[in-house]
């Protein structure tokens, strides 16, 4: 049954990042090559209502207290690099290539296996002694949550209002002013065909990933949504018939919400890639996956789930995450546009 409840929180995940079309590396990237600043406010907003939360539910006793280790500086800011530089040549993160296996792109499924042998490669393979050496590095307690002068939901909640009142200025600034026509109408439309706003579906994505700590607890894990050690999982039950829990069904839902969406939006259709982007998806999927385990974590959970829970580790990912999406951008996919534009 709890096994059962990470499926369902997979598909909602799944539903609401295609039905938004939403995608960290792509709003980041958006940040450096189109100018819009105000894509900052997406993922904070769902840091804050996921925190908001979830500190709620630890203060009620819901859920235990985060058990955050230390940390190396060092592996941690050359994971969380390597990672952005790598969902930026995946055209996506990891999250992004288990959303493109659901809707039909054969090299969503291509990259979700390079990922996947690489982190296990980095995790428990060939890579492991180099791991295990890294994490001796510049170590540092991760303890910033126990220290804060007042409590984490009060910050929690003062970010959120703010941010809230931020999204609704966006919303009004960003919105379509014109309808486009659609194949469906009703419910189907609206709920399979329809792009709903990112303002909104930010709000959405935060609800659950808290809520996820819940049920995930209720499996006897403690932690929130996660996509690396779930993809490991999977390998180490199909190659040496370990045990899946929570998360591993997770990870399945998320395919599974793509391709419902798609399929009842009329838009799935089985795409072939072209040569260049194989090769750079088989390059992107390697960091990707490597980075993941030496950043403790990817743009899901360091991201999106580690910032909620005040960990030092995570916002510290965050920042290296986001520096490598922006190196790669300045000096790839904008570098490539100029010479398109050029010639």
């Known amino acids: 049954m709890h096994l059962l409840s990470g499926l369902l929180f997979g598909v909602l995940f799944g539903y609401f990042l295609k039905r938004s079309r939403f995608c960290a590396t792509g709003i980041t990237r958006d940040i450096v090559m189109e100018g819009r600043t105000y894509n900052f406010i997406y993922i904070p907003a769902i840091i804050f209502t996921e925190a908001f939360l979830y500190f709620w539910l630890v203060g009620s006793e819901a859920v235990p207290a985060p058990a955050l280790a230390p940390f190396s500086l060092f592996r941690i800011a050359l994971g969380s690099l390597m990672f952005g530089i790598g969902a930026v040549l995946c055209n996506g993160c990891i999250a992004s290539s288990l959303i493109k296996c659901g809707d039909g792109r054969l090299i969503g499924w291509l990259s979700v296996a390079v990922f996947t ?3 296990y490669t980095a995790k428990v393979g060939a890579l492991k002694s180099i791991t295990g050496q890294l994490n001796t590095i510049a170590v540092v307690p991760d303890t910033v949550v126990t220290q804060l002068p007042v409590s984490p939901i009060f910050l929690a909640a003062v970010a959120m209002f703010l941010l809230y009142i931020g999204l609704h200025r966006v919303y009004r600034h960003t919105r379509l002013r014109f309808t486009i026509p659609g194949r469906y109408t009703g419910v189907r439309h609206i709920l399979f065909e329809k792009v709903w706003p990112k303002e909104i579906t930010v709000v959405l994505i ?9 049920f995930s607890n209720l499996a006897g894990r403690n932690g929130g949504f ?12 199909v190659g040496f018939g370990k045990s899946i829990g929570w998360a591993s069904t997770f990870v399945v839902g998320i395919i599974l919400g793509s391709f419902a969406t798609t399929m009842l939006g009329g838009e799935f259709a089985v795409v072939r890639p072209k040569a260049k982007p194989v090769v750079l998806t088989v390059i992107g999927s390697i960091l990707m996956g490597i980075g993941a385990v030496w950043a403790s974590g990817c743009f899901v959970g360091n991201v999106m789930v580690g910032t909620s829970q005040f960990s030092m580790k995570a916002w510290y990912s965050l920042v290296f995450i986001y520096l490598g999406v922006w190196t790669a951008t300045r000096l790839y996919l904008m570098r490539n546009r100029d010479k398109a534009q050029q010639s």
């Open 226 to 237: 996660g996509i690396t050690t779930p993809l490991i999982s999977w390998l180490q039950f």
């Open 117 to 119: 042998v690489s982190a």
């Open 206 to 214: 935060g609800i659950i990933m808290a809520l996820g700590f819940y």
